[in-house]
């Protein structure tokens, strides 16, 4: 699949030099290849606070995946602090609660010029101050927020809430400003390719590694994410996706996402489990061929997953198989879309059993195959979110994914599942490649990052989702979307 043509370094210098009204997107840093326990090389990280295990957990989470690492707290915990400076990091202390002072801090972590993207981790604190409004917290968000906007190309902006944060009114307060200020934040610094999130958390290790994943390449186009790091009955969250020798049903892989998907996991070590209809047999077959030549193991499963027969053949042939299955990717999806005037039944029974009931149908046959701690991932859109002209089908079907994913997370947690739903925004693929020019060109122009996702972004995040990294996230919906303006 082409990348973008505004990224094109030809055609980009040509229209800088032509005064039209639209904006350029900055080139994603992305990740390639196989993960590997350095993401972070050749980036920096910088904590505002290092007082606690979490503060310590986010720091070496980050300090492991290789980033050069500067403590700016000024009253940091002096034996938490060595152990960073001990791993290589040093300390730059800065008062964070003016605008300024932690830009210097910035600044000084780095040699003069220094354009290698930066991590800023900040915690957000509680205020000594009796103030709701202009207090210690919601002073730092600006001088945080200062320092981000001048930051180099493709850096990160994380803003933790603690446990500590939680439990009564002043905490509710301070938390729900946190995740205003971060909608608004993520809008503006999408230009420079850079993005920013919210960690709420409840357990430091999932947010560790929680945080490594957001800071890395691999996050490019995820933006504005608001998520919960919880405690997981399956163990503790790795540092990496640990796929070797699991095995991972990926529904509606012969081309597209799933395709992107099925060869993201194989990569990993997964043997992949490659669903779609029997006419895309021969795009399943050049899928299966690439993961294959690559050393992967992949099998195609030809089936409806629309169809009680179809979920049923997918759980035999898996059953008969290397079975038992580790994980699975719900990702079949079809469009018909017509405004509500136009829309047959026809349109709008296919839609919502392809997209939705299919999913039942196939978890339903597969469950007797799935392991203790095995991971679910739901393809859900922003268009189930914020809903879109024409799309009453689809937007319904896509919504109750969602609700899907969270009930399943609830139903299964005692068992160590996990299920979670993405919701992707404009994708460059066969689906998108039907949109009129101007509505794919409008679509950029209303994301935070100015241009659309490739598949392998939502590959990485499903690869996330489904390895041991991500074991502190269940139940939660996750936009895929480079920060799109729908809904957010
Ligand atoms: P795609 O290129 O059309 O791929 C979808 C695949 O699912 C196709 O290979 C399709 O086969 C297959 N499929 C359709 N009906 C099936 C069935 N009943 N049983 C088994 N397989 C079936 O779409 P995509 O863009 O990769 O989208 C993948 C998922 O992401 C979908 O759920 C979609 O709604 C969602 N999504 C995509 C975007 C985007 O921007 N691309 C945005 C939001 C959400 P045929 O092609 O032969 O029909």
Same mark, same amino acid.
């Given at each position: 699949?082409?990348d973008?043509?505004?990224?094109n370094?030809?055609v980009?210098?040509?229209l800088?030099?032509?005064?039209?009204?639209?904006?350029?997107?900055?080139?994603?840093?992305?990740?390639?290849?196989?993960s590997t326990a350095?993401?972070?090389l050749?980036?920096?990280a910088?904590?505002?606070?290092?007082r606690?295990s979490?503060?310590?957990?986010l720091?070496?989470a980050?300090?492991h995946a290789?980033?050069?690492?500067?403590?700016?707290?000024p009253?940091g915990d %002096?034996?938490?602090?060595g152990?960073?400076v001990?791993?290589?990091?040093?300390?730059?202390?800065?008062?964070?609660?003016?605008?300024?002072?932690?830009?210097?801090a910035?600044v000084?972590?780095?040699?003069?010029?220094?354009?290698r993207?930066v991590?800023?981790?900040h915690r957000v604190?509680r205020?000594?101050s009796s103030d709701?409004a202009?207090?210690e917290?919601t002073?730092?968000l600006l001088?945080v927020?200062?320092a981000?906007?001048?930051?180099?190309?493709?850096?990160r902006l994380?803003?933790v809430?603690?446990?500590d944060l939680r439990g009564?009114s002043?905490?509710?307060l301070?938390?729900?400003?946190?995740?205003g200020?971060a909608?608004?934040?993520?809008?503006?610094?999408?230009?420079?390719?850079?993005?920013?999130?919210?960690?709420?958390v409840?357990?430091?290790?999932?947010a560790?590694? +929680?945080?490594a994943?957001l800071a890395s390449?691999r996050?490019a186009f995820?933006?504005?994410?608001?998520? +919960?790091?919880?405690?997981s009955?399956?163990g503790?969250?790795?540092?990496?996706?640990? +796929?070797?020798?699991?095995?991972v049903?990926?529904?509606?892989a012969?081309? =597209?996402?799933?395709?992107?998907?099925?060869e993201? +996991?194989?990569?990993?070590?997964?043997?992949v489990?490659?669903?779609?209809i029997?006419q895309?047999?021969?795009?399943?077959?050049d899928?299966?061929?690439q993961?294959?030549?690559?050393g992967?193991?992949?099998?195609?499963?030809?089936?409806?997953?629309g %169809?009680?027969t =179809?979920a049923?053949?997918i759980?035999?042939a898996i059953?008969?198989?290397?079975?038992?299955?580790?994980?699975?990717?719900?990702?079949?999806g079809i469009?018909r879309d017509?405004?509500?005037?136009?829309?047959?039944?026809?349109q709008?029974?296919?839609v919502?059993?392809?997209n939705?009931?299919?999913m039942?149908?196939?978890?339903?046959?597969?469950?007797?195959?799935l392991?203790?701690?095995a991971a679910?991932v739901?393809?859900?859109?922003?268009m189930g979110?914020?809903?879109?002209?024409?799309q %009453?089908n689809?937007s319904a079907?896509k919504s109750?994914?969602?609700e899907?994913?969270?009930q399943?997370?609830?139903?299964g947690?005692?068992r160590?599942l996990?299920?979670?739903a993405?919701a992707?925004?404009?994708?460059?693929t066969?689906m998108?490649a039907q949109m009129?020019?101007m509505?794919r060109?409008?679509?950029?122009q209303l994301?935070a990052l100015?241009q659309?996702? #490739?598949p392998?972004?939502?590959a990485?995040?499903?690869c996330?989702l489904?390895?041991a990294?991500s074991?502190?996230?269940?139940g939660q919906? #996750?936009r895929c979307?480079?920060?799109?303006a729908? =809904?957010?």
């Amino acid at each position: 699949m082409q990348d973008d043509w505004s990224l094109n370094p030809n055609v980009r210098k040509l229209l800088r030099r032509v005064p039209l009204p639209i904006s350029l997107p900055t080139p994603l840093r992305r990740g390639l290849g196989r993960s590997t326990a350095t993401e972070l090389l050749g980036t920096r990280a910088v904590l505002t606070h290092l007082r606690d295990s979490l503060d310590l957990a986010l720091a070496q989470a980050v300090q492991h995946a290789g980033a050069a690492v500067t403590i700016a707290d000024p009253a940091g915990d %002096t034996t938490l602090t060595g152990r960073i400076v001990d791993g290589g990091g040093q300390l730059v202390p800065a008062t964070a609660d003016l605008p300024g002072g932690l830009l210097a801090a910035i600044v000084q972590s780095g040699a003069s010029g220094d354009r290698r993207p930066v991590t800023l981790i900040h915690r957000v604190t509680r205020p000594h101050s009796s103030d709701l409004a202009v207090n210690e917290t919601t002073d730092a968000l600006l001088a945080v927020g200062h320092a981000a906007a001048q930051l180099p190309a493709n850096s990160r902006l994380l803003l933790v809430i603690g446990p500590d944060l939680r439990g009564d009114s002043l905490a509710g307060l301070m938390t729900a400003a946190t995740q205003g200020f971060a909608r608004s934040a993520f809008k503006e610094l999408g230009k420079t390719g850079s993005t920013c999130h919210v960690l709420r958390v409840e357990d430091a290790q999932a947010a560790a590694a +929680l945080a490594a994943f957001l800071a890395s390449p691999r996050a490019a186009f995820l933006t504005g994410l608001d998520l +919960l790091a919880q405690k997981s009955l399956a163990g503790d969250a790795a540092d990496r996706p640990a +796929l070797e020798g699991k095995s991972v049903l990926v529904t509606g892989a012969a081309r =597209g996402i799933g395709a992107a998907i099925a060869e993201r +996991l194989a990569l990993e070590g997964a043997l992949v489990w490659i669903n779609d209809i029997a006419q895309s047999q021969a795009a399943a077959a050049d899928t299966v061929a690439q993961i294959r030549a690559r050393g992967g193991q992949a099998e195609f499963i030809a089936a409806d997953v629309g %169809t009680l027969t =179809g979920a049923q053949a997918i759980a035999d042939a898996i059953g008969k198989g290397q079975g038992p299955l580790h994980g699975i990717i719900h990702n079949a999806g079809i469009t018909r879309d017509r405004t509500l005037r136009k829309m047959s039944v026809a349109q709008w029974r296919q839609v919502l059993q392809v997209n939705f009931g299919a999913m039942h149908l196939v978890q339903t046959a597969v469950t007797p195959l799935l392991q203790p701690g095995a991971a679910m991932v739901l393809m859900s859109s922003v268009m189930g979110i914020s809903g879109n002209f024409g799309q %009453t089908n689809y937007s319904a079907s896509k919504s109750a994914v969602i609700e899907l994913a969270k009930q399943w997370a609830c139903d299964g947690y005692a068992r160590g599942l996990r299920a979670n739903a993405i919701a992707p925004g404009f994708i460059l693929t066969d689906m998108t490649a039907q949109m009129p020019v101007m509505n794919r060109e409008m679509a950029k122009q209303l994301t935070a990052l100015l241009q659309p996702g #490739l598949p392998l972004d939502v590959a990485e995040l499903a690869c996330f989702l489904i390895g041991a990294q991500s074991r502190g996230v269940t139940g939660q919906v #996750l936009r895929c979307d480079g920060g799109m303006a729908f =809904g957010a």
